[in-house]
C-alpha cells in the first residue's frame, strides 16, 4: 500500500502551462525528500527539481530554473511541480520519487540512488 502516483500530464503548446502532482498512499510525504525527474526519448533520466522535508530547501536544473516551481502541500500529502513557460524540449515522462533520512539539508539532482521509491510517471508533451 506503499505508492507513489503521478498526475497532471499531457498536451500543451509552446509556452503554456501544466501542474504535475505527485500523490503518495499509505504513508507521509512530512518526512520524505521528494523529487522529480524525467525521461526524454532516447536520453537518461535527469533530475529536474526537489525539495528536502524539514528545512524545505529547494533545487532545480538549471534549464527550469524560472519556470518551474515545486512545492508541498502536506494537507493533501502530494508535492507539486509547477511548470511554465514550456518547452519543446520539456517533453518527456515525468516521475516523482521519495528519499527518507534525516533532512539533508541541500537535496542533490544527480545521485539518483538516495531515493528509495519512485511512481509510474506521467507523460508531457510540448508541441505546436
Known amino acids: 500500500q506503499l505508492q507513489l502516483v503521478e498526475s497532471g500530464g499531457g498536451l500543451v503548446q509552446p509556452g503554456g502551462s501544466l501542474r504535475l502532482s505527485c500523490a503518495a498512499s499509505?504513508?507521509?510525504?512530512?518526512?520524505?525528500?521528494v523529487g522529480w525527474f524525467r525521461r526524454a526519448p532516447g536520453k537518461e533520466r535527469e533530475g529536474v527539481s526537489c525539495v528536502t522535508w524539514s528545512t524545505y530547501s529547494s533545487n532545480y536544473k538549471h534549464s527550469v530554473k524560472g519556470r518551474f516551481t515545486i512545492s508541498r502541500d502536506n494537507a493533501k500529502n502530494t508535492v507539486d511541480l509547477q511548470m511554465n513557460s514550456l518547452k519543446p524540449e520539456d517533453t518527456a515522462v515525468y516521475y516523482c520519487a521519495v528519499q527518507g533520512g534525516p533532512d539533508p539539508n541541500f537535496c542533490s539532482l544527480l545521485d539518483q540512488g538516495r531515493y528509495n521509491r519512485w511512481g509510474q510517471g506521467t507523460q508531457v508533451t510540448v508541441s505546436s
Open positions: 499509505g504513508f507521509s510525504l512530512d518526512y520524505y525528500t
